[in-house]
């Protein structure tokens, strides 16, 4: 049986580096055809050299003559720049797309990838929050599937093989707390960046891991979940579980509740995604119910951590409001990074956001792109405001 081809966008972050440890314990299923980064040209070249795909896209194009430079001898084509970035994965020679791109970026590449007919592995959430009606549409058009690389999204989809003629009556997503749960909003008032990059159980990029600090890593999940598995938001609930065992649950109509389970390792669900529908062998740590006497669940405080109400709402309105505030949140969590404001206020500008941008019913493509440029600068002017 020939190999699987992928095409990893986006392979030098977190999600990237597992997805590449994934393919490397499996060579005899998997090669890798596109490597693609944004900036760190020199794990981009490092990798190329490790698993000679045919092609690599470096997405800062000042760094192209380096890449090109040290990847001639392999025979490895290089090319630079958003344009590449979004058609390097039409190619012939890719089966299946990973999207580990960070935030908005992921949009443009995924549907060019849709509309070339290849399946798509998506770590890149922010794509269906963006734009979750015309992905949707898009990969019902072009026969896509699109397969959910997050940890909570794959176990949903893993809870529901099998049950295709079963109607969700709800699914329940899990979230951990973040560093922060329990505390209220006078201590977050002067947390630093160094305490919120401190995940009690994942490791994960610096994005997400204040996105789960916020809870708005969970909101977006929240958005997510309504496009990948076709959901009201009155289908969707969260729990807190701060051991991260559970990784979500679905809830069918006689009451019963399927869960998916194990220790927090993205490699899983990166590998369940790229074999689909076969379980690969993998010698991940295994789970000790032993080790584990009590698993714990505890309703979200989104009076302190007001984000995941904020994504619900945006939710439930729909139109380009979810585009509004995953740009606003990548605004302000960049400047919480940068210490240009508190991580309270990270919320003060997503809301801040959602009053201010236009509200389009029925937003098209370009209306998303221009919904999220004048989201970035009322975010910005926001940002500058409260310095």
């Not at 794990?43 to 192209?64: H, Y």
């Not at 220790?263 to 584990?292: E, K, N, S, V």
Request: glycine fraction near 6%; charge should be negative; hydrophobic fraction near 45%.
């Amino acid at each position: 049986m020939s190999k699987k081809q992928i095409a990893l966008l986006g392979s030098t972050g977190s999600i990237g580096t597992q997805t590449l440890d994934v393919i490397a314990a499996h060579s005899d299923v998997f090669s890798v055809t596109v490597l693609t980064a944004q900036n760190n040209a020199d794990l981009l070249i490092e990798q190329a050299a490790q698993f000679r795909p045919q092609v690599v896209v470096i997405g800062n194009e000042t760094l192209r003559p380096k890449v090109a430079s040290a990847l001639a001898p392999l025979g490895i084509e290089v090319y630079a720049g958003k344009e590449a970035l979004a058609s390097v994965a039409e190619s012939d020679h890719v089966d299946i797309v990973l999207t580990a791109l960070v935030g908005y970026s992921g949009l443009l590449p995924t549907m060019r990838a849709i509309k070339a007919g290849k399946d798509i592995a998506l770590a890149n959430k922010e794509t269906l929050v963006v734009a979750g009606e015309l992905i949707a549409d898009l990969a019902r058009e072009n026969k896509v599937a699109i397969l959910p690389v997050d940890s909570e999204h794959s176990a949903i989809f893993q809870c529901l093989v099998g049950e295709e003629q079963n109607p969700i009556e709800k699914i329940i997503l899990t979230a951990s707390g973040g560093p922060f749960r329990g505390k209220d909003r006078t201590f977050l008032a002067n947390v630093t960046k160094a305490q919120a990059l401190k995940h009690p159980n994942w490791t994960m990029g610096a994005k997400i891991t204040i996105d789960s600090a916020t809870l708005m890593n969970k909101g977006l999940e929240v958005i997510e979940a309504k496009w990948l598995f076709d959901l009201t938001p009155g289908q969707i609930d969260v729990v807190v579980h701060p051991q991260s065992i559970i990784h979500s649950m679905v809830q069918f109509e006689d009451g019963s509740i399927k869960a998916q389970m194990g220790l927090p390792d993205m490699r899983l669900p990166i590998q369940y995604a790229l074999g689909y529908p076969h379980r690969l062998r993998a010698d991940f740590p295994r789970f000790d119910f032993t080790q584990y006497p009590s698993l714990t669940f505890e309703k979200p405080d989104t009076g302190t951590f007001r984000n995941l109400s904020l994504a619900f709402e945006a939710l439930t309105k729909g139109g380009n409001l979810p585009c509004v505030i995953n740009a606003a949140n990548e605004v302000a969590v960049a400047a919480f990074l940068n210490d240009e404001i508190g991580f309270l206020e990270i919320s003060d500008v997503i809301e801040g956001c959602a009053m201010k941008v236009a509200f389009v019913k029925k937003p098209d493509y370009q209306d998303y792109v221009a919904s999220d440029t004048e989201a970035r600068r009322v975010a910005a002017e926001l940002v500058h405001a409260s310095v």
